[in-house]
């Protein structure tokens, strides 16, 4: 299962790369824009943040793997501040093709986002 979550990761990592040309030309323009501005502390701090749980995760991951004691104990305190970190890193704009992949990624399956009906683009 940990294996598996590391694999959609990439896939979704890589899902996000290759299907960003196809989002419509606004929201490219809105990425282009955020993407130009000059990073401030609070970015590069968070940026920071980011690499070192993602580190202490993986090593989690495989401590877990592994069937460490101490590992157990990290994978839920490196899980859990980056939930609390995540609302804090700003607006996420992708394609609708990483919903699959985000559904397995999330440990709870009512997620209120995935509860959200979608609009019905049917014309009736």
Do not use: C, K
């Amino acid at each position: 299962m940990i294996v598996a979550s590391r694999l959609l990761l990439v896939l979704w990592i890589a899902a996000y790369w290759i299907t960003q040309p196809y989002l419509p030309e606004e929201l490219r323009r809105y990425l282009y824009s955020i993407a130009i501005n000059e990073p401030t502390t609070f970015d590069w701090a968070i940026v920071g943040a980011g690499m070192t749980l993602t580190v202490v995760s993986v090593v989690a991951s495989i401590g877990v793997y592994l069937f460490r004691r101490w590992a157990r104990w990290l994978f839920l305190w490196a899980n859990l501040i980056g939930i609390a970190l995540s609302p804090l890193s700003g607006v996420l704009i992708a394609s609708e093709w990483l919903s699959p992949i985000s559904y397995f990624l999330i440990s709870d399956r009512r997620n209120p986002v995935h509860d959200v009906p979608t609009a019905d683009h049917s014309g009736f």
